[in-house]
């Protein structure tokens, strides 16, 4: 029972920790730059005058997007990781 409270106060830690992490995401030689919490809130966005073309909208909308993608992709495996260190690599069924 101690070991599972134990447990458990590590786990809260971590995700503590993970919420309060920033995540960078970039896109287009890091030309268009995306912050995110471990919380997957979007905290800013940044972008290098070069890439805001008024003609191509629809070019910077994409870089937008896959940075955001990056963003979403780097906080989700760090996430993972977390849980790996907790349950010591044992996978757990979806939604655990």
Known sequence: MKALQQMQNKMMKMQEELQNSTFEGTSG????????????????????????????ISML?????????????????????MMETLTGGIKLPPGF
Request: contains cysteine; aromatic residues 4%; proline residues 4%.
């Open 29 to 56: 030689g890091d030309a268009v730059k995306v912050s995110m919490t471990g919380k997957f809130e979007i905290t800013s966005v940044k972008l290098d005058p070069e890439v805001v073309d008024p003609e191509d």
């Open 61 to 81: 909308e994409d870089l937008i997007l896959a940075a955001c993608q990056d963003a979403f992709a780097k906080a989700t495996e760090a996430t993972a990781k």
